[in-house]
Nanobody, 124 residues
Framework: QVQLVESGGGLVQAGDSLRLSCAVSGRTFSSFSMGWFRQAPGKEREFVAAITWNDGRTDYADSVKGRVTVSRDNAKDTVYLQMNSLKPEDTAVYYC?????????????????WGQGTQVTVSS
């Protein structure tokens, strides 16, 4: 079983930065793909970014490309989402997820394990 615990969310102003963390435990992750998704009120969960544990390949949603960086620290079993130049439309609950795949996965149904989510609110 894999456990994911997100942290780092909060209330910020437009233009500010936040770094979300996802602590992973329970299994070895060398063959996992890790993803970040978000869900705003009244909207469907959407892909934000993903990274592979083994070689660090990444992919990003067009809406965050250039403002967001996903990374992982293998020694700490932690995945990060650095978000810069935040906009009010970035307001959502952000979820960390794990997929048993060595390649980047973009769809929520491809992920088997999910964290509880962390709220990010960006005021204008």
């Amino acid at each position: 079983q894999v456990q994911l615990v997100e942290s780092g969310g909060g209330l910020v102003q437009a233009g500010d930065s936040l770094r979300l963390s996802c602590a992973v435990s329970g299994r070895t992750f060398s063959s996992f793909s890790m993803g970040w998704f978000r869900q705003a009120p009244g909207k469907e969960r959407e892909f934000v970014a993903a990274i592979t544990w083994n070689d660090g390949r990444t992919d990003y949603a067009d809406s965050v490309k250039g403002r967001v960086t996903v990374s992982r620290d293998n020694a700490k079993d932690t995945v990060y989402l650095q978000m810069n130049s935040l906009k009010p439309e970035d307001t959502a609950v952000y979820y960390c997820a794990a997929s048993s795949s060595i390649t980047v996965r973009l769809w929520s149904w491809e992920y088997s394990y999910w964290g509880q989510g962390t709220q990010v609110t960006v005021s204008s």
